[in-house]
Nanobody
Framework: QVQLVDSGGRLVQAGGSLRLSCAASGGTFSTYNMGWFRQPPGKEREFVAA????????NYADSVKERFTISRDNAKMTVFLQMNSLKPEDTGVYYC???????????????????WGQGTQVTVSS
C-alpha cells in the first residue's frame, strides 16, 4: 500500500495561486491513478481532480475546471495540483489519494480511493 504525504497549503489572497504536492512512498506509484479531494469547513469531502497512471488522462470537478491542473511525475513519485485564480470557496483541507482501480471519469468518490495523505490546509482570503 502506498503512503502519501501532502504539502504546499497556506493562506493566499483571492486571485492568487498555489501548487500542492503529494509525495508517495512504499508502493509502485505508476500503478495508481491519483486524485485530489478537499473538505471545506463544515462540509463533506469532495472530489477535485484525478489523473491516470501514465498522466494521459485527467478529470476535474466542474467548480475547478480551467483553474486547477493536476499533473504527476512518476520518476519522482509525486503528484501536483496547480491552483490558479483561487476563490474563497476553494478554502479547505486538501487530500491526495491513490486508486488502484481502472481509470474512469466516474471514479470520483472517496470509496474509490484506498490510500490517503494527511491533508494540507488551503485558506483563500477575500
Amino acid at each position: 500500500q502506498v503512503q502519501l504525504v501532502d504539502s504546499g497549503g497556506r493562506l493566499v489572497q483571492a486571485g492568487g495561486s498555489l501548487r500542492l504536492s503529494c509525495a508517495a512512498s512504499g508502493g509502485t506509484f505508476s500503478t495508481y491513478n491519483m486524485g485530489w479531494f478537499r473538505q471545506p469547513p463544515g462540509k463533506e469531502r469532495e472530489f477535485v481532480a484525478a489523473i491516470s497512471r501514465s498522466g494521459a488522462y485527467t478529470n476535474y470537478a466542474d467548480s475547478v475546471k480551467e483553474r486547477f491542473t493536476i499533473s504527476r511525475d512518476n520518476a519522482k513519485m509525486t503528484v501536483f495540483l496547480q491552483m490558479n485564480s483561487l476563490k474563497p470557496e476553494d478554502t479547505g483541507v486538501y487530500y491526495c489519494a491513490a486508486d488502484r482501480g481502472p481509470w474512469s471519469t466516474r471514479r470520483t468518490g472517496s470509496v474509490d480511493f484506498g490510500s490517503w495523505g494527511q491533508g494540507t490546509q488551503v485558506t483563500v482570503s477575500s
